[in-house]
C-alpha cells in the first residue's frame, strides 16, 4: 500500500483551503492533515503536525510564506514546501527556491494539477508549472564553465538527489560526486544548496520537467 502524503494547507483565504481541500480529498494518496490562516500558524503547525508536505500560499499577513518555509525547512527539513502565488516574476521564484521551496507554481495556471505536483514534491522532485519551466530553461549555457559531468551531477543535484544516490545512478564513488559537488560551487561561487538549485533554474543550467 502506498504511503499516505500528508498535507498542510496554508492560505490567508478560508474559501481558497477551502476549495484545495475538495481538490485534494479525491486523492486517495493525499491526507490534509491541517489549515493555516499566515505564516505564523504554519510554522507552528509545521512544528506540531509535521506534514510531509506544506502548500504554501506566498503572500499572506503577519509572515509571508517565504519566511514561512525558510524557518520551516530549517526546523522540519523532512517537510517539503510548494508554494502557490499568483505572480509568476523569475525574482520571486528565485527568492523561494532560495528559501528551500520544492516546487513554485501559480495559483491561475489552466494546466495545474494539484494532486500530482504535491505527490511529485514529496518523493522529493523540484517542481515548477509549465510556464514557469520554461522561463526557467530559456537562458543559454555558453557562459557557463561547467563540465557535462558536472553539469549532469548539478540536475541531480536539483532533483533532490544525494551524493549517495547520484553515487549510484552514474556508477561513481561518493567521494567523486562529493569533489564534482564541491568544484561546482567553487566555480559558480555559491556555498549553499539552496542557492545553487536556485542558480542553476535561473541560468537554464538545468532542464525542469
Not at 499516505?4 to 483565504?13: E, P, R, Y
Not at 499577513?61 to 519566511?67: F, T
Not at 524557518?71 to 502565488?85: A, D, G, H, K, Y
Request: aromatic share 2%; glycine share 6%; charged share 25%.
Amino acid at each position: 500500500m502506498r504511503e499516505q502524503v500528508t498535507v498542510l494547507l496554508v492560505d490567508d483565504h478560508a474559501v481558497v483551503r477551502l476549495g484545495f481541500r475538495r481538490i485534494l480529498e479525491d486523492r486517495d494518496e493525499i491526507t490534509v492533515v491541517g489549515e493555516a490562516s499566515d505564516g505564523i500558524e504554519a510554522v507552528q503547525m509545521a512544528r506540531m503536525l509535521k506534514p510531509m508536505v506544506i502548500l504554501m500560499d506566498c503572500a499572506m499577513p503577519r509572515m509571508d510564506g517565504m519566511l514561512a518555509t525558510r524557518q520551516i525547512v530549517e526546523t522540519c527539513p523532512e517537510t517539503r514546501v510548494l508554494m502557490l502565488s499568483m505572480h509568476s516574476e523569475d525574482t520571486l521564484v528565485r527568492k523561494a527556491v532560495e528559501a528551500g521551496a520544492r516546487g513554485y507554481i501559480l495559483k491561475n495556471a489552466m494546466d495545474l494539477d494539484l494532486g500530482s505536483a504535491i505527490t511529485r514534491v514529496a518523493v522529493g522532485e523540484l517542481v515548477l508549472c509549465t510556464q514557469l519551466s520554461k522561463q526557467a530553461t530559456s537562458a543559454k549555457r555558453q557562459d557557463c564553465e561547467l563540465t557535462e559531468r558536472e553539469l549532469e551531477i548539478l540536475q541531480w543535484i536539483v532533483d533532490g538527489k544525494s551524493n549517495k544516490e547520484i553515487a549510484a545512478q552514474l556508477n561513481l564513488s561518493g567521494n567523486t560526486v562529493g569533489a564534482h559537488r564541491a568544484n561546482i560551487m567553487r566555480e559558480l561561487g555559491i556555498h549553499k544548496t539552496a542557492e545553487l538549485v536556485a542558480y542553476a533554474i535561473r541560468k537554464g543550467l538545468v532542464n525542469i520537467p
